[in-house]
C-alpha cells in the first residue's frame, strides 16, 4: 500500500513521527508512505528541528507555501497537492487534525477519488469562528476511514449522520469510524524518558526543581484582538508575582506582544517538542489556547487553563483536570489559583492505550 501524508503545521509533523514510527517497526514490507511537507509552518524552530529531533524521515516533497490568508495559502496547497497525487497514484491520502493543509489535502484528493484517512476525526468545538472548525468539519465529511481520538470525537460522527455500522469496501459515501485513542499519547509514551535524557532546557533556565507555571499563546483568535491579547498577558503578569511563568513565544504572538515584559516571565523562544515535554511534566500547571498543549497536559497530568471560549477536548475538562478561562482575565487568575493550591488527581485514560498508530495501520491496510 502506498500512502501520501500531508503534514504542514508543528504539531501535524509530531503527529507523523507516531505513524512513520509504526511503518518501518511493523509495516516496512508492506506500506510505503510518501511525506508531504506544504510549508504552512517555515521557520525552522517550528518545523525542521522537529524532524531532525524525532527521527522523522524527511519530506519527499516540500510546497513551501508559506505565510499568506486563508484563501491564498489553501489555494497553493490544493494545487501542488493535487499534482503530487496524480503522478504518485496513491491508495490513500493521510490527513492529521484541523489545519488549511488539512483542509487542501482532504478537497484535493476528494476531488480526484482519493481516499482520505482523517486522523483525529470527529472533534468538535460547535464554534463555526475559528477556522480549524471548519477545516476538521469538511475534512470529515470528504474521508473514507475516520479515526476519533475519544469517545465524544465518535458520538459526534454519529450525530451528524456518520452511520456507524457500515460495511466495506469503504469510500466517500461510505465511510468508516473507529475509536482508537490518540496518536499523540503514543508519541508522549515514546519520548517522555527520552526528553529528560536528552534536554537541558530546565537547566538552562535555572529552573531545576523549582515550581513554575507554563503558558503558551498563538491561536489567532487571541493574538490579533488586542483586547483579549492584553487580558490574557495582563493575567500572566499577575500569576508571576507569585510564580515563575515561562512563556515559549510563538511568532504570531511575539510580533503582536511587541515590549511585553514582567520581572517573573521567561519568554523564550519557540521550544523543541521534547523540550515541550520536558517542560509540561515537571510545571505546576499548564496555561495555553493549543489543543495539543492541552492534551499533553493531561498526559503528565497536570492542570490545565484553557485561553479559550471552547475546547474539542471536552473530556479533560468534564474530569475536572481543566478549565475554559477564555481571555477573562479574572477568570484565568482564579482558575489558576485554585489549580496551584489544589491539583487534580483524578486523570481517567480516556485517551486510548498508546498503541493507536498500529491500530490505523491495520485498517488502513485491511478496510481500503
Not at 63 to 75: D, E, F, K, N, Y
Not at 99 to 118: M, R, Y
Not at 242 to 251: A, C, D, G, N, W
Not at 279 to 293: I, R
Request: net charge negative.
Amino acid at each position: 500500500m502506498k500512502i501520501v501524508t500531508i503534514i504542514g503545521a508543528r504539531p501535524q509533523i509530531i503527529k507523523a513521527a507516531a505513524l512513520s514510527r509504526a511503518i518501518k517497526d511493523h509495516y516496512a514490507d508492506r506500506i510505503q508512505e510518501v511525506i508531504v511537507h506544504t510549508g504552512q509552518h517555515y521557520d525552522d524552530n517550528m518545523s525542521q528541528v522537529f524532524f531532525d529531533e524525532l527521527g522523522i524521515p524527511h519530506p519527499d516533497y516540500n510546497l513551501h507555501v508559506g505565510s499568506a490568508s486563508h484563501g491564498v495559502q489553501t489555494a497553493k496547497m490544493i494545487e501542488g497537492i493535487e499534482q503530487i497525487l496524480m503522478d504518485e497514484k496513491p491508495d490513500c491520502m493521510v490527513l492529521y487534525g484541523d489545519t488549511n493543509s488539512t483542509l487542501a489535502g482532504a478537497v484535493a484528493a476528494s476531488k480526484i477519488h482519493v481516499p482520505v484517512v482523517h486522523i483525529e476525526a470527529g472533534l468538535r468545538s460547535f464554534n463555526k469562528s475559528m477556522p480549524e472548525e471548519i477545516n476538521r468539519i469538511v475534512c470529515d465529511h470528504c474521508s473514507a476511514l475516520l479515526f476519533t481520538p475519544t469517545r465524544a470525537g465518535f458520538e459526534n460522527l454519529a450525530r451528524e449522520g456518520f452511520s456507524i455500522d457500515n460495511v466495506g469496501p469503504y469510500d466517500i459515501d461510505n465511510p468508516k469510524v473507529y475509536h482508537c485513542g490518540d496518536i499523540m499519547y503514543d508519541n508522549s509514551l515514546h519520548f517522555s524518558s527520552i526528553a529528560d535524557q536528552k534536554v537541558s532546557l530546565l537547566k538552562q533556565l535555572g529552573l531545576e526543581g523549582k515550581p513554575y507555571v507554563l503558558a503558551t499563546l498563538h491561536r489567532d483568535s487571541n493574538t490579533d484582538s488586542p483586547e483579549r491579547l492584553n487580558a490574557i498577558l495582563d493575567a500572566f503578569k499577575e500569576l508571576s508575582k507569585e510564580i515563575t511563568v515561562v512563556l515559549p513565544m510563538h511568532p504570531r504572538t511575539r510580533k503582536k506582544a511587541t515590549g511585553f515584559h514582567a520581572d517573573n516571565i521567561i519568554v523564550t523562544e519557540p521550544v523543541s517538542f521534547l523540550e515541550m515535554i520536558q517542560m509540561e511534566k515537571h510545571a505546576q500547571l499548564v496555561l495555553t489556547d493549543s489543543g495539543g498543549v492541552q492534551k499533553e497536559s493531561y498526559f503528565f497530568k497536570k492542570p490545565c487553563v484553557i485561553l479559550r471560549p471552547e475546547t474539542e477536548w471536552v473530556e479533560i475538562v468534564e474530569t475536572g483536570a481543566a478549565t475554559l478561562a477564555d481571555a477573562d482575565k479574572e477568570k484565568i487568575l482564579e482558575a489558576s489559583h485554585h489549580y496551584l493550591q489544589q491539583p487534580p488527581i483524578n486523570f481517567p485514560e480516556v485517551f486510548g492505550d498508546g498503541h493507536a498508530a498500529e491500530f490505523m495501520l491495520e485498517k488502513m491496510l485491511t478496510s481500503l
